[in-house]
């Protein structure tokens, strides 16, 4: 657990001065947090990967990925039948990068957003880098379909890249 942490730590200082990094680097971070995570709850977590060779040199905004991985694990341990069941897949589709977290369960309405006030400040943050980084050239969309949540986040290359 100590070296996936520490593996983990090395990535928030390093890509803390990249405004982007290569979508491998992303992967790499996020696997090292589902691993602390296996080790912590063992048999209740499966995770799996299927990541497209051809997006891994694709630049993404530095942790853009981990709230969508954090979510999963803290929402899905709450609604799934164990064990939960999280899935990463990025690839290309219709020219663009589609990155997918899904988890088991089911979608837990925020007690704000039942008031009629905010959404999750990770999923707003999310949104708002996402604006900030990808004007006009990105989808983001969290539905529940078949048992699972998904998290699906859509990047249009950039013109000339």
Same mark, same amino acid.
């Given at each position: 657990?100590?070296?996936?942490?520490? #593996?983990?730590?090395?990535?928030?200082?390093?890509?803390?001065?990249? #405004?982007?990094?290569?979508?491998?680097? #992303?992967? #790499?971070?996020?696997?090292?947090?589902?691993?602390?995570?296996?080790?912590?709850? !063992?048999?209740?977590?499966?995770?799996?990967?299927?990541?497209?060779?051809?997006?891994?040199?694709?630049?993404?905004?530095?942790?853009?990925?981990?709230?969508?991985?954090?979510?999963?694990?803290?929402?899905?341990?709450?609604?799934?039948?164990?064990?939960?069941?999280?899935?990463?897949?990025?690839?290309?589709?219709?020219?663009?990068?589609?990155?997918?977290?899904?988890? =088991?369960?089911?979608?837990? !309405?925020?007690?704000?957003?039942?008031?009629?006030?905010?959404?999750?400040?990770?999923?707003?943050?999310?949104?708002?880098?996402?604006? !900030? =980084?990808?004007?006009?050239?990105?989808?983001?969309?969290?539905?529940?379909?078949?048992?699972?949540?998904?998290?699906?986040?859509?990047?249009?290359? !950039?013109?000339?890249?």
């Amino acid at each position: 657990m100590v070296t996936e942490l520490s #593996e983990y730590l090395r990535y928030s200082l390093v890509s803390r001065n990249h #405004e982007e990094v290569p979508l491998k680097e #992303e992967m #790499e971070s996020v696997r090292h947090y589902f691993n602390i995570q296996k080790i912590r709850y !063992e048999n209740k977590l499966e995770v799996s990967f299927d990541i497209d060779p051809a997006v891994e040199e694709f630049p993404i905004v530095s942790y853009i990925i981990h709230p969508l991985a954090e979510n999963a694990v803290k929402h899905g341990m709450r609604t799934s039948p164990m064990p939960l069941k999280i899935q990463i897949t990025a690839k290309f589709h219709q020219g663009s990068l589609t990155i997918e977290v899904r988890n =088991s369960g089911t979608w837990i !309405e925020a007690a704000d957003k039942k008031k009629g006030t905010a959404i999750p400040s990770g999923l707003a943050n999310v949104r708002q880098r996402l604006v !900030e =980084s990808y004007p006009g050239r990105h989808h983001f969309e969290i539905f529940e379909k078949e048992h699972f949540v998904q998290a699906r986040l859509v990047i249009e290359k !950039e013109s000339g890249r």
